[in-house]
């Protein structure tokens, strides 16, 4: 959540200098539409479905490093 909210505020800033509003506008309309379908058509919705399937996944990879760590240990 913090990566993709760091990026769109920092396109807001360099959308302040002249001549980079239009390329930064476009690239902030095209992560909202990313993340507005995966949100059933709202971002903030899109961005919250991301972030909690990324630390599913990042909680299941402990759980398998954990079970896999303790297996090694008994076996040697």
């Known amino acids: 959540m913090l990566l993709v909210g760091g990026g769109i505020l920092l396109l807001s800033f360099i959308g302040y200098f002249p001549g980079l509003q239009e390329l930064t506008e476009a690239i902030a309309t095209q992560i909202i539409d990313f993340l507005a379908t995966f949100g059933s058509g709202t971002p903030l919705?899109?961005?919250?479905?991301?972030?909690?399937?990324?630390?599913?996944?990042?909680?299941?990879?402990?759980?398998?490093?954990?079970?896999?760590?303790?297996?090694?240990?008994?076996?040697?």
């Open 45 to 76: 919705r899109g961005l919250f479905v991301i972030s909690l399937t990324c630390s599913f996944v990042g909680a299941l990879f402990d759980t398998y490093v954990y079970y896999r760590c303790q297996i090694l240990r008994i076996d040697s």
